[in-house]
């Protein structure tokens, strides 16, 4: 079983690790040899801090071991993918895979003979969704009828929350006048739609000021994330996209004037980039629920590790 999409997993398999990942938080002792003598790889194209350390660390605590391979440094960078995906199984018995583009996760995940798990690609995020629905359950002590509002660029970190909250009943509103090309999954917007877990609202024809409250008011969560994704954010051939992005995007902004009044949850995956998408006064707001939901890595990480490794 690889976990390169929330879509196929099961509305079971998907609370099985919102409840291990706060057992693992509250009795950490418990799990301390739990897959004594696995070896994770990590194998990431991009930065990192939150993935990487959750997997790094989260396996240690288990009992296990891990190895990370910046791509550049390695023969990846060279040689045949399916090849170097062999040989990397052989060696371990779990990978961590942050790769740019959807498509090559998919093209390596083929050949490995251990599960992959994607640790954010151009479409999907799918083990911060998980981190976040453990978060969302510590806070509000339940999962179904939650309102999330995720303001922004409709991306893979949002993709992830519907695919998650589609199968525990979160209903997530979109706001987004811009969508990562990459990040277009109509199948999975339409089933999400049709089961009544998300809708998009048509920023071209709302008065975006009244559409914005409107929605904060009837949230229990704000979401927010980069309007641009890590690998474009200081890349010079972007510059102009990058400039005409920021101008766009500013009205949605969340600050403390947006959110006055409001008591919902701030949520943001990090790393923010404060005066952007959220005003950095906000990643501090007593509403805000961003450092837990960084913490919450760690555990549900562990969580999917477990869960992975008992079916292989
Ligand atoms: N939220 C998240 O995935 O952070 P990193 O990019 O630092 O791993
Ligand atoms: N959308 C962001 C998520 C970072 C965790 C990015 O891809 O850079």
Known sequence: MHLITLSPW???DILEIVEDSLNMKRYPEKYRHAVGGKSLCLLFQKTSTRTRCAGEIGITQLGGHAHYLDWRTTNFALADLGDEMRVLS????????????????????????????????????????????MT????FGRLEGIKLCFIGVHNNVCNSLIAAGMKVGIEVTVVAPEVNPAAIDKKLWDAAAQKGCYKTLDTDTIDIGDALGQIIAESDVVYTDTWLDMEFFEDPAFAEERKRRLKQMMPYQLNSELLRGHDCKIMHCLPAHHGYEIAGELVNDERSIIFEQSENRLHSMKAVFLKLLAQA
């Not at 052989?90 to 895979?97: C, E, G, W």
């Not at 390596?108 to 629905?133: F, S």
């Not at 969302?136 to 806070?139: G, K, P």
Request: charged fraction near 20%.
């Open 90 to 133: 052989a060696y371990v018995d779990i990978i961590l895979a942050r790769f740019l583009k959807n498509d090559e996760l998919v093209t390596a995940a083929t050949p490995a003979t251990v599960p992959i798990i994607n640790g954010c690609c151009d479409k999907y995020h799918p083990t911060q969704a998980l981190g976040d629905l």
């Open 136 to 139: 969302i359950q510590e806070h």
């Open 10 to 12: 099961s509305e079971t």
